[in-house]
């Protein structure tokens, strides 16, 4: 089945669209997916510049209401300029997967009580005219999980470790996504009966973006090479004051978003480091050591077991800087060196494994498959994930799963 995956982070950055085949995963066929393309389309400056203020909180109903169906166009803009760039038309996509943007993530006391995405799906429907599910995580929510992180659902399937690693047997695999924000599933190898285990590290990138636009005068929406970071100087007072957040010692499960993370956090962390003298540089070079060593402190308390690897995703990946930053914090905090590289070594497109995780899925829900590891997101039961807006294709997609396809 040839499915597409539409998928908007916490940084907002872009739309990252990935199209890919993807067949087995039921009757104990072996999953398989190949990409075949994949793009970035940028938010039209004004729409990202809404779903900042959107993540404010300060905003009405007609406002929400107007930004699901405006949303939902752009995503179906970036699907249609997706497919153009791949030279298929839309009779060439079988099923559509789409995130949306996650505009709240309500967290109570560590337990979520709720969850928005948007970018209707009807629309993204009537615009292409293919089968779209998303909405996923809600499901999971409505269950008792942290509807996150779902990219483990990609992770289980198609990223556990063989049993001998870089010289460890038995070692487990850290898949670290760092987006927005940071995530990490902790992966068995493969013939080791023992459950995963995921959860949201802290930030990712999102604190960073923000410093780095400080820095720039906005003319930066990320440290780009992590020259920022390399240009100043960490302020090892911050930093430890800052690894107190309760949220880096909450037991896991939890999820967290731009709620805990986000804009006032920032704002207030950066008058600390004015009253201490620190320039923009330096508020940059500590925020990168804060994601780097949290991430590190996640994996000092909360591993399962041993590391032999830990494959790291997202924009963080791309960040020289930060990558050689973790693994120092890696080394320092685990007692040891552990080799960190990109999904880039095991054969996967790091820029889109998450667009090729919601295609992933789409694809379960559509075949009555759990799309949730219960391990990962603390969910009571495994359940089927998404809902459906038919498309002009729904009768024949339904006979091609009826058929095993």
Known sequence: MRVMGLMSGTSVDGIDVAIAEIEGGMANAALQIRQLAFETIPWPTATRHE???????????????????????????AALIT???????????DLIGSHGQTLWHDVQAGHVTSTLQMG??????????????????????????????????????????????????????????????GNVTFLPPLGVAAAPLAFDTGPGNALIDWAAGQATGGAWQYDVDGQLAAAGRVAPELLDKWLTHAYFSQQPPKTTGRELFGIPLVQRWYAEAQALGLGDNDFVATLTELTAAS?????????????????VGGGGGRNPVLMARLAHQVASRCGRPIEVCTHAALGIDPDAKEALTFALLAYLALHGQPGNVP??????????????????????LLGQVVNGN
Request: glycine fraction near 12%; charged fraction near 15%; include cysteine.
């Open 83 to 93: 497919l153009a760039r791949a030279g298929l038309d839309q009779t060439a996509i």
């Open 51 to 77: 779903i900042f203020e959107l993540f404010g909180g300060a905003t009405t109903t007609a406002a929400l209401c107007r930004a699901n169906f405006k949303l939902g166009e752009v995503m179906a803009a």
């Open 295 to 311: 991430i590190a402190d996640a994996y000092a308390r909360f591993a399962p077991a041993p590391l032999a690897q830990i494959v």
């Open 375 to 396: 391990a990962c997101t603390g969910a009571q039961r495994q359940q089927i994930l998404g809902q459906i807006a038919p498309g002009d294709n729904y009768l024949k």
């Open 120 to 181: 209707e799906l009807a629309v993204i429907t009537a615009r292409t005219g293919v089968t779209t599910v998303g909405n996923f995580r809600v499901a999971d929510v409505a269950v008792g999980g942290q509807g996150a992180p779902l990219v483990s659902t990609f992770d289980w399937y198609l990223l556990r470790p063989p049993a001998h690693l870089n010289a460890s047997h038995g070692g487990w695999r850290a898949v670290q996504n760092i987006g927005g924000i």
